[in-house]
């Protein structure tokens, strides 16, 4: 009967998934696109900027926003109809190298969603999705059996014509059928034997994929390219200096401690297509908090880096944090500006780093453009460099008796990703202010390992705010601080309609206005845990945003 | 990708003695299928083949790696860290570095198989005791954070805090009351607040001023760019939702000094003021 069942459906289903199985959803020409009604890569586009060329919900209409669909991701692992619950006909396709009895679900969506053509592309440590944009039904779930380890997330995943990828926390790089979910091949990324995990957004550039993995115990970090249609190796790029005569050695003690130094790249990167650059942040070193082991400015930790995407070879650096101390990493994922500096168009990066400084260097050359302290709290650094790099101050290292540190672990930004409006020029990211005490647990002139040898005890309550930034100095043009202390973290979109989206900490999320802050419109749904994104399907301008596993749609009628 | 062959159970504590030829790869018992990380799932080896491989590690190893295998005087690096070590499961990898040496390491003719797979085990054990994935061995240093100078600490209190507190009233006896120094440490800089959002506070007194110039006032509850609620004097609950400055509220927050306070302090005045909070019993 149940068979029967099933097998009518199939029968009604088929031809239509068929006819569904083949043709190319995003050809890597179409990634050159600027964001506009279809959401293709981890930011829209290869900028960076999360500015949306959408226009209906504007200023005057934004008040009309009302919730279009909210769902609650479904994590269970299903073979089909069953006529007694009534469940659906999705079939959760299985992969994975592990024995299938470790069930880590880790339920917050922390990542960018994909929309092509009317169709969501979800993203959970060893979970995808296929769902319908119009109204949030799933079309196809994929479920990746893990081998174990830190789940902290996915932040996306990428799409190579007709198929789509994505990382797996045991660092696998999956490719599946985008159209069935179909597994088409999966590739080992990283160790996890050496403690590595893997969260990014996988970055498709021609036939290239770029990753990037995690790490917390000491490994080096790297970013590698792989062959998009087959899941080879192209190249990989250490972010620390690996062998006698690398460059940047001089900044470590011995080639242990670089090799062990790591740098991990955790978040997308951008891709300047002119220059053939893939551009990103790159981790702290290790270990963390007891910088006594490695003594030096540690290169190429805590840097904006500009790869070739075709050679792997590193073009320039510009280091945000030099010796960095508090596991404030840099890989934030930085923004590509085409902008103005002394009265010359100038191509820029900037970045607003987790430290609490923000940074724009030329994008061709890594020639430094300006850094500004853009926290209210941050008290770690004596100065700023003649290159531009601020200086870190030992005293605000972890101390036996403790030291009175800003900011927080988390830092002022984090891997939420910010924006940036072309028409009003300004950069727009959070401030996330707050207090440690800062306590050495591990004394050991050796150091200490991972994020060990310290205890970390946030105190205290002070204002965080939003900010819209001038590239071209680092200072705010304007500035909204948050009411009722407490941190905030929230991802930014902006749009040609000059409306800025975010959350606001307090669980609401809300929409300024781009040129001067006012704030235009609000909803209380939770704290968003991924950045909000915007679409166009049927005409309709759709905004979406995830509250851990619960996803809700916006639009206007 | 290798292929490994796992054997599950909780209870099923098999151990299979490793070749250490890398090309032989040694069954893997799963004794705890719910650890983060693969060699926290594992099974270790039998108590009696730790200990036998602890005592040879002692004899052969610990002057160049350490007793805590974080390196040693005579410069053999961290094994905790190491990806030979990582990357090994029963001394089929580690095998090859002692039989074989490795750089500076010189090789050992006198480790024969079985006491390989004791100092792999014992390696692993050691590393098994990390709380998850990232973290290392628990370390327990016997640490002083009261370093600071007392006298010093009780100028700097009679200057700046004696507006507000007391030796001999609110704070007396603090010392007593918060026995752990770090806590202690942490509740006066943060003025009582041990973590953001902390809600646990003093009292924030509000005052409304409505359209038509009625004013409501209370204890503050909760309040951000939209919404605020607070608790009337007389227990009453109200809320208001908020439009720019409309209705227009003050608040009175009695922690404003010491969020001040945050951006002032070094760290030796915090150690000062610590040492003298300390004597407060």
């Not at chain 1, 659906?88 to 190298?97: A, F, L, P, Q, R």
């Not at chain 1, 930004?413 to 207090?435: C, H, I, K, S, V």
Request: hydrophobic residues 35%; glycine residues 12%.
């Amino acid at each position: 009967m149940k068979n029967l069942i099933l097998l009518i459906l199939l029968g009604c289903t088929l031809p239509i998934q068929l006819l569904a199985q083949n043709g190319v959803v995003v050809s890597p020409d179409e990634l050159l696109n600027d964001l506009d009604g279809d959401w293709r890569s981890y930011s829209g586009d290869y900028s960076g900027k999360r500015y949306s060329s959408l226009t209906q919900i504007d200023k005057d209409t934004v008040k009309n926003l009302t919730l279009a669909w909210t769902t609650e991701m479904n994590f269970t692992t299903r073979s089909g109809f069953d006529p007694f619950t009534g469940s659906s006909n999705i079939v959760t396709k299985i992969g994975g190298e592990g024995r299938g009895d470790i069930d880590i679900t880790s339920g917050s969506l922390k990542g960018s969603i994909l929309e092509v053509n009317g169709i969501l592309y979800v993203t959970s440590p060893d979970h995808a999705w296929a769902m319908d944009a119009r109204d949030g039904s799933e079309i196809w779930h994929y479920h990746w059996e893990t081998l174990g380890g830190t789940h902290i997330g996915s932040r996306g995943s990428a799409i190579w014509n007709d198929s789509l990828l994505f990382e797996t926390p045991d660092n696998f790089l999956v490719s599946v059928n985008i159209h069935t979910g179909e597994e088409n091949w999966h590739a080992e990324i990283a160790s996890f034997e050496l403690q590595y995990f893997s969260t990014m957004a996988p970055i498709v550039v021609g036939n290239r994929v770029i990753v990037g993995t995690g790490n917390d115990l000491d490994q080096p970090g790297f970013t590698q390219a792989f062959d998009a249609s087959t899941g080879e190796l192209l190249w990989r790029f250490y972010s620390v200096p690996m062998n006698e005569g690398d460059p940047g050695l001089d900044t470590w003690p011995s080639l242990d401690a670089a090799s062990h130094g790591g740098g991990n790249a955790w978040v997308p990167g951008v891709y300047d297509p002119e220059t053939d650059l893939y551009i990103f942040g790159t981790g702290n070193p290790t270990p963390a908090y007891t910088g006594v082991s490695r003594p030096g400015d540690n290169l190429f930790t805590c840097s904006l880096v500009a790869v070739n995407v075709t050679t792997g070879e590193m073009e320039w650096y510009f280091q945000t944090s030099p010796h960095d101390t508090h596991d404030w990493d840099s890989a934030q994922t930085p923004i590509l500006i085409d902008g103005i500096i002394d009265g010359q168009p100038r191509k820029l990066v900037s970045t607003a780093s987790r430290n609490g400084y923000f940074f724009t260097v030329d994008r061709v050359t890594g020639e430094h453009i300006a850094t500004n302290l853009y926290s209210t709290t941050a008290n770690w650094s004596s100065r700023i460099r003649e290159n531009g790099s601020p200086e870190p101050n030992p005293i605000k290292d972890a101390t036996i008796a403790g030291s009175l540190v800003s900011p927080v672990e988390g830092g002022v930004a984090n891997w939420q990703p910010p924006a940036f409006n072309p028409d009003t020029g300004l950069f727009y990211t959070q401030e996330n202010n707050g207090y440690n005490m800062l306590y050495l647990t591990d004394p050991d002139p050796r150091g200490s390992m991972g994020l060990g040898g310290k205890q970390r005890d946030e105190i205290g309550d002070v204002d965080s705010a939003f900010q819209a930034i001038d590239y071209k100095t680092g200072k705010a043009v304007w500035r909204h601080e948050w009411p009722g202390g407490d941190g905030v973290a929230a991802g930014v979109l902006t749009t040609a309609s000059g409306l800025v989206f975010t959350g606001d900490g307090r669980n609401n999320m809300v929409a300024f206005d781009a040129e001067n802050g006012d704030l235009l419109w609000h909803t209380r749904i939770g704290n968003m845990t991924n950045p909000p994104q915007t679409f166009m399907v049927d005409d309709r301008q759709y905004l979406l945003v995830a509250v851990r596993d619960r996803l809700f749609s916006f639009v206007m009628y | 990708m290798r292929s490994k062959l796992y054997v599950l159970g909780m209870t099923l504590m098999v151990w299979v003695h490793a070749s250490n030829a890398q090309d032989i790869e040694p069954e893997i018992v799963i004794a705890n299928p719910n650890a983060t990380f693969l060699a926290q799932q594992r099974a270790l080896p039998p108590a009696e083949v730790i200990a036998r491989g602890e005592a040879l590690y002692q004899v052969n190893c610990r002057m160049c790696h350490g007793g805590d295998l974080r390196g040693g005087e005579q410069g053999g690096p961290n094994l905790l860290r190491s990806g030979i070590v990582l990357n090994d499961i029963a001394g089929e990898v580690i095998g090859q570095v002692i039989t074989e040496g490795v750089g500076r390491m010189p090789s050992f003719g006198n480790l024969v198989q079985n006491d390989i797979a004791a100092v792999a085990g014992f390696i692993h054990s050691i590393l098994a005791t990390a709380e998850r994935q990232g973290s290392t061995p628990p370390v327990d240093f016997d640490l002083d954070i009261l370093v600071g100078d007392a006298a010093a600490g009780e100028r700097y209190f009679n200057q700046e805090c004696s507006s507000c507190h007391s030796a001999s009233g609110d704070l007396q006896g603090i010392s007593s009351r918060i026995i752990d120094d770090y806590e202690l440490q942490n509740a006066w800089v943060g003025g009582g607040l041990r973590r953001r959002g902390d809600s646990s506070g003093p009292t924030q007194n509000v005052i409304v001023t409505l359209a038509d110039g009625g004013r409501v006032s209370g204890s503050l509850l909760r309040y951000d760019d939209f919404f605020l609620s607070l608790r009337t004097t007389t227990g009453g609950y109200r809320s208001f939702l908020r439009n720019g400055d409309s209705p227009r509220i003050e608040i009175d927050d009695p922690l404003g000094r010491h969020k001040e306070l945050l951006a002032e302090l070094t760290n030796k005045t915090i150690h000062d003021v610590t040492a003298y909070m300390e004597t407060l019993k």
